[in-house]
């Protein structure tokens, strides 16, 4: 059973376009890692704010290795100044 994440980030009203930006740059390198299914970065149309990454991913060891990895850790420091509030990460499955 794959497992899904949804991960949102809230920017500044200030940092908007910087965030996106740092955000669009990490669809190429996770798609091309093992395990990942589906990763796509949302933007909310009543909020330019809000920006909500919607992943899937075949196993929890895909999910642990995606988390090591460069560019994830890169962005999580370098969106620190950017985001009004932390970043909120839900993990899911199917509930049937």
């Known amino acids: 059973m794959s497992i899904h994440i949804i991960a949102r ?3 500044k009203p200030d940092t908007i376009d910087a965030l ?3 955000l669009l740059g990490m669809l190429a390198p996770t798609r ?3 395990g990942c299914i589906r990763y796509e970065l949302l933007n909310n149309t009543a909020d330019a704010t809000d920006f909500t990454f919607v992943e899937e991913w075949a196993s929890q ?3 642990d290795a995606h988390m090591q990895t460069p560019h994830l850790k890169a962005v999580l420091m370098d969106s620190a100044p950017l985001v009004a509030c932390p970043v909120d990460v839900r993990f899911l499955t199917a509930a049937a």
Request: neutral net charge; without cysteine.
């Open 61 to 63: 060891a895909a999910i």
């Open 32 to 34: 091309k890692e093992e």
């Open 20 to 22: 996106r930006t740092l």
């Open 9 to 11: 980030f809230t920017a």
